[in-house]
């Protein structure tokens, strides 16, 4: 499975952006597939994830209400709706593609990652 990640760009705070994960190979649909950022200087971390079946969508607390993740599988595409943004979800986006068995937050668990798209969110 490869993934292409886009959508990223300069926003104010209290806008809103749209990302995008264009995902490659027959067996997408099959993948619980994760959104993780990396701001400048910090660790890589959970955003949000969706199962195969969507019938699963954990949140981090910090984005939770505020972002909203989906998928459409005939597409081969997962979508990170960002609304309310704020100065401190300025960061690298990525999605990743795997089948967690123990949490869906840790990076581990994922074995395949696009190459990130940059969000930036002025105050």
């Known amino acids: 499975v490869q993934l292409q990640a886009s959508g990223g760009g300069l926003v104010q705070a209290g806008g809103s952006l749209k990302l995008s994960c264009a995902g490659s190979g027959r067996t997408f649909s099959t993948y619980d597939m994760g959104w993780f950022r990396q701001a400048p200087g910090k660790e890589r971390e959970f955003v949000a994830a969706?199962?195969?079946?969507?019938?699963?969508?954990p949140y981090a607390d910090s984005v939770k209400g505020r972002f909203t993740i989906s998928r459409d599988n005939a597409k081969n595409m997962v979508y990170l709706q960002m609304n309310s943004l704020k100065p401190e979800d300025t960061a690298v986006y990525y999605c990743a593609a795997g089948r967690p068995r123990s949490s869906y937050s840790k990076l581990s668990e994922y074995t395949y990652w696009g190459q990130g798209t940059l969000v930036t969110v002025s105050s």
């Open positions: 969706i199962t195969w079946s969507e019938n699963n969508t």
